[in-house]
């Protein structure tokens, strides 16, 4: 039985039919963040490298460094990184009106008086709805005149794999959901991250790839990344100097890779903001570069 026992980790651990448990929140844990074989949640470190890698990875930088944009504290009087709220099914919903109604959800939301709203101008607000295991983000949520207003909105299905319609936004400029690429400090206290974590670009394509459903920008220079580009840590690249906090992050990295999601600051990784993350731990993360990753061909990720 030993043996069997043995052989069964085995398996696991190289990838094989005993994969792991989705991820879920300890405030809905009757939730999935969203199905075991959703893309964000599928490994991609047996995966070949896309064609082009070299010439992707350079348009976003070589020498930029890594950045955790998310940690403890406050920045500018605000949490570092994106909060959720998580409500129960009887939260009164509301209207919110939008920027972008032809390709937002109508709604209505399930805005508590005291949402968590991320800081600076983006304003990403995220709500689960434990009960129906329902994802609800909005960008750019403020107030006005006593009515909620947002650049745009998505509605999402924990439970499903259902995307975005072709062209559309969602509270993210790639049309993707925030939440399942976000890192988690309850996830590193487990011990692993295990999914694809979100990251910013300075300059992107008019163009996306599977799972991304929108793109924000102007240009056609193939150079450039479009959005959903799906990159990973090299595999020979070594974790084991970094504190644990980095390391575990950098694990996931190499594992499941990361996503491009929005325009921003080159290699800028999203999280959730937390007081018990190391900011002097999640700042060895400047000694990785854009020349350590490499582009994912994830075709063969798509249903």
């Known amino acids: 039985m030993l043996q069997a026992a043995l052989a069964a980790s085995l398996v696991a651990l190289l990838g094989g039919a005993a994969a792991p448990p989705p991820p879920r929140l300890p405030q809905a844990p009757r939730c999935t963040v969203l199905p075991a074989s959703s893309v964000w949640n599928r490994r991609v470190d047996r995966l070949p490298v896309a064609r082009g890698s070299a010439l992707l990875v350079a348009s976003i930088g070589l020498a930029r460094e890594l950045h955790a944009d998310f940690g403890s504290g406050l920045w500018r009087g605000r949490p570092i990184g994106i909060p959720y709220t998580v409500v129960s099914g009887t939260q009164r ?18 805005i508590p008086p005291r949402v968590k ?12 709805d434990r009960d129906a295991c329902r994802l609800y983000e909005l960008f750019a949520l403020e107030r006005r005149g006593g009515a909620w207003h947002a650049g745009s909105g998505a509605i999402w299905s924990l439970r499903s794999n259902r995307l975005r319609p072709a062209g559309w936004t969602s509270a993210d400029a790639a049309g993707l959901p925030i939440l399942p690429g976000l890192a988690r400090y309850d996830e590193v206290r487990a011990g692993a991250i295990r999914h694809a974590l979100r990251f910013t670009a300075e300059r992107t394509r008019r163009a996306y790839v599977y799972p991304a459903r929108h793109f924000a920008s102007d240009s056609d220079d193939p150079a450039l990344p479009p959005m959903g580009l799906r990159v990973r840590l090299r ?65 063969s990720l798509r249903p």
């Open 235 to 299: 595999a020979d690249f070594d974790t084991r100097p970094f504190p644990r906090q980095a390391r575990i992050v950098l694990e996931a990295l190499k594992r499941y890779g990361m996503i491009l999601a929005d325009n921003g600051s080159p290699w800028f990784v999203s999280g959730v903001p937390d007081p018990r993350w190391s900011n002097d731990q999640l700042h060895t993360l400047h000694r990785v570069t854009g020349a350590d990753f490499e582009v994912v061909d994830t075709r």
């Open 117 to 128: 709203i991320e800081g600076g101008s983006d304003r990403h607000a995220l709500i689960v």
């Open 93 to 110: 919903k509301v209207r919110v009106s939008f920027d972008y109604a032809d390709e937002s959800d109508r709604g209505p939301y399930p």
